[in-house]
């Protein structure tokens, strides 16, 4: 109980403390207590000297770290030593407690890193975001451009076929036939031939006509 105090004394006058807030509880059957960050159990009356204790804190930082939470999503455990932490983003190496851990990620090195990071994705997100505007564009004009060439084929379908259905409409006939009016199919052959009496009397004037010549010339 004494170094309970004492811890939380201690605690109470460091920056950082409880960074990861309290721990959290689950009640078992038993009527016993049970931490779900670190797994250990304990008496109700127990509850909150535990939650102030290094060894919970420790677990705290654990859980926080492997499940990937805030602010240990920045971190890693450091493989030459279970008490170090390593910084993802400036790769400084740093004590495994909450106060350590706060005083690095508000420090100078870590927030101008964070705000280099920031200004980097932010650039990365731009460029993809024109990116993305430049590959719609195209797009947009390859659809503009095919619709160009669909419509100058259909009027050059079109010009074809309107001379071809023009000349057809045009075209005499093979053999050709008289204008109406002039036909002759109504014609009898009484306007072209004379009768018999107007031929043979036409044959005697000029039977008539020669022998008179002939007198003359003699």
């Known amino acids: 109980m004494a170094e309970a105090s004492e811890a939380k004394?201690?605690?109470?006058?460091k920056e950082g403390t409880n960074l990861l807030?309290?721990?959290t509880f689950t009640e078992l059957p038993n009527g016993r207590l049970k931490c779900v960050e670190t797994g250990h159990e304990?008496?109700?009356k127990d509850k909150d000297s535990y939650a102030q204790s290094k060894r919970c804190r420790l677990g705290l930082i654990d859980f926080?770290?492997?499940?990937?939470k805030p602010p240990l999503n920045m971190f890693k455990?450091?493989?030459l030593s279970r008490s170090k932490l390593?910084?993802?983003l400036t790769g400084d190496t740093v004590n495994k407690s909450e106060e350590h851990i706060w005083k690095h990620i508000n420090g100078k090195r870590f927030l101008n890193k964070l705000e280099q990071k920031e200004m980097e994705k932010e650039e990365l997100m731009n460029e993809t975001m024109e990116e993305e505007c430049e590959q719609k564009l195209k797009k947009e004009k390859k659809k503009k451009n095919?619709?160009?060439k669909e419509k100058a084929v259909e009027e050059i379908i079109s010009e074809v076929r309107d001379p071809a259905e023009n000349e057809s409409d045009s075209e005499e006939p093979e053999f050709w036939m008289p204008p109406v009016g002039e036909r002759w199919d109504f014609d009898d052959g009484g306007d072209r031939w004379g009768s018999g009496s107007e031929l043979e009397e036409s044959d005697e004037e000029n039977e008539t006509g020669v022998v008179g010549l002939?007198?003359?010339l003699r």
Not at 9 to 13: R, T, Y
Not at 64 to 68: C, G
Request: aromatic share 4%; proline share 11%.
């Open 77 to 79: 455990q450091d493989p």
């Open 9 to 13: 004394k201690e605690s109470g006058n």
């Open 86 to 88: 390593i910084c993802k």
């Open 42 to 44: 304990m008496v109700v």
């Open 214 to 216: 002939y007198i003359e």
């Open 21 to 23: 807030g309290p721990p």
């Open 146 to 148: 095919k619709k160009k």
């Open 64 to 68: 926080a770290l492997s499940h990937s």
